[in-house]
């Protein structure tokens, strides 16, 4: 398995949206996706950074992408309906969506933990996740194969100390996908699955 290379053009004609694309895995996933042919939508809240992955695309020559900025955090029901919308028109479809944006804010002990930072934690790691999944789900059943696919961490499995509302919207986020895999094998060409980079 570790020799597998896959084809150059294993994704081509995919149209693909990573959350959390301007920077860390989310922009090593999009490039990865792009360079193997994949349209990657680059959604992030610095339009800055995710310019720099669309040139970084480009460079690869990978299919023309697309960028949407969007603050999860602040993110509205109405903003993640305007965000299909525009995908419906644009593409028609969507076959692939990463969940990768992530909010952590570094250790603290519960007693200590601001309410307000948590609720943003939340927000951003595991209401978002399930905010787009759900406005996408209709363009996601456009596709003949499409993925959804959670990003993990192992904290959330282990009630780590310290790890506060970051592990509990893992935690959380581990658990909607795992509904949404049992809720959607039957019926739909959507696969749901989550992968954990630090293991």
Known sequence: ????????????????????AGDGLGRTAARQLGAHGATIILLGRTIRKLEQVYDELEQVSAP????YPMNLEGATPKDYADLAQVLETEFGRLDGLLHNAALFQGLTPIANYDIE????????N???PFL???????LLNRSTDASVLFTADQVSEKGQAYWGAYAVAKGGAQTLMKMLANELETNTPIRVNSIDPGR
């Open 64 to 67: 023309q992408p697309a960028i």
């Open 126 to 128: 595991l209401n978002a």
């Open 1 to 20: 398995m570790k020799d597998y290379q896959p084809a150059a053009d294993l994704l081509k004609d995919r149209v693909i949206l990573v959350t959390g």
């Open 132 to 138: 787009l999944t759900q406005a996408l789900l209709g």
């Open 117 to 124: 930072l948590w609720y943003r934690v939340l927000q951003v």
